[in-house]
């Protein structure tokens, strides 16, 4: 695979190079209407992003979905489960959105 693609199982319709590729701040996200919550679990550093405007969260692995349902993640590739249970759980708690996204499976609608 070239540096410059992103790993994905479609390939990007433009070559990404990786000098655009930048962290963002906190100003960042906020002008965009994003806000970042860690939930560690499914990895040490799992983050998902919530647009509270639109009702989204951006689940990340934190979720997989199955028939309009939210799952757990994959066990397989879960580093801890009990607390990747627990950040969905507080996630769901702390946000309330209208939809999840997970990177797994369809948007789930709540």
């Not at 790993?7 to 990404?16: D, F, H, N």
């Not at 002008?31 to 799992?46: N, W």
């Not at 209208?98 to 948007?107: L, T, W």
């Amino acid at each position: 695979m070239e540096k410059n693609h992103i790993p994905t199982e479609k390939k990007a319709q433009k070559p990404i190079a990786i000098k655009e590729v930048k962290p963002l701040d906190d100003e960042d996200l906020l002008e965009k209407g994003l806000r970042a919550f860690y939930t560690p679990g499914h990895s040490p550093g799992h983050t998902c992003f919530y647009h509270e405007a639109e009702g989204v969260l951006i689940a990340g692995d934190l979720f997989t979905s199955k028939k309009g349902k939210l799952q757990d993640p994959v066990p397989a590739f879960t580093a801890d489960m009990d607390l990747a249970k627990r950040s969905g759980k507080d996630m769901l708690q702390v946000v309330s959105p209208a939809v999840v996204s997970p990177c797994h499976g369809k948007d789930v609608w709540l």
